[in-house]
């Protein structure tokens, strides 16, 4: 029997209040995306993007980025396996598939902003602790990536990421904030140059980032 993640109704719900971190790390955090009320999967955040959670007890604003993300049958036991069907035919005929399913990303912690007074600063190290467990993810505003993308040490943070693809993470997440800045053609080339510092002495991982950085 499935036990369901206590949460608000959609309704209630910030309408970025996309997950729940369900384990947490030094550098990095596993968020469950929360389950919708219609019949269709949990919003999954792309590759790439940027997502937010509040440490409650220091009240800094951690910032991540999704690395990896997992859907999967709840029951560790039994694997999902083909029914053939439409998304529209699963909804009609086997309603239940939508509840035996858990979607899960795992997101870098890239940075955070502590509790400030006056006008607050993004500091692009690990903050003293990552979120604790329960605690809300949030998708991140153009105007929140913009604002913490205006440094980029976070670049560094993503080629050294475990057990990823970080030539297509670090590209990833170029193309989701050029986008979200409007084409700013010169943080892009200063995004280059930042990634040309940073693999000046591995020129075939450099070839292949800027390869995958394509609108």
């Known amino acids: 029997m499935r036990l369901p993640l206590p949460q608000f109704t959609v309704s209630d719900?910030?309408?970025d209040h996309i997950a729940e971190?369900?384990?947490?790390?030094?550098?990095?955090?596993?968020?469950?995306?929360?389950?919708?009320?219609?019949?269709?999967?949990?919003?999954?955040?792309?590759?790439?993007?940027?997502v937010r959670a509040r440490d409650e007890e220091s009240g800094n604003q951690?910032?991540?980025i999704v690395y990896h993300a997992t859907t999967c049958p709840i029951d560790t036991i039994h694997r999902a396996r083909a029914l053939g069907l439409s998304l529209q035919d699963l909804r009609e005929e086997q309603p239940q598939i939508f509840a035996m399913l858990k979607t899960e990303f795992r997101a870098s912690i890239v940075g955070y902003q502590p509790p400030a007074d006056g006008t607050p600063v993004i500091y692009q190290h690990l903050p003293p602790r990552p979120p604790q467990v329960h605690q809300a993810v949030y998708r991140c505003q153009p105007e929140e990536v913009v604002k913490f993308s205006e440094k980029l040490d976070f670049l560094r943070t993503l080629l050294q990421v475990k057990g990823a693809p970080v030539?297509?993470?670090?590209?990833?997440a170029i193309r989701e904030v050029y986008q979200l800045r409007k084409a700013d053609r010169a943080w892009l080339v200063q995004a280059g140059r930042t990634l040309s510092t940073l693999l000046k002495d591995d020129y075939d991982r450099l070839r292949i980032v800027l390869s995958q950085v394509h609108f």
């Open 13 to 15: 719900r910030h309408p």
């Open 21 to 50: 971190v369900i384990e947490t790390a030094t550098t990095e955090f596993l968020a469950q995306c929360l389950e919708p009320d219609t019949l269709s999967f949990p919003t999954m955040p792309p590759f790439g993007s940027l």
């Open 62 to 64: 951690i910032y991540a």
């Open 167 to 172: 030539e297509a993470l670090a590209a990833a």
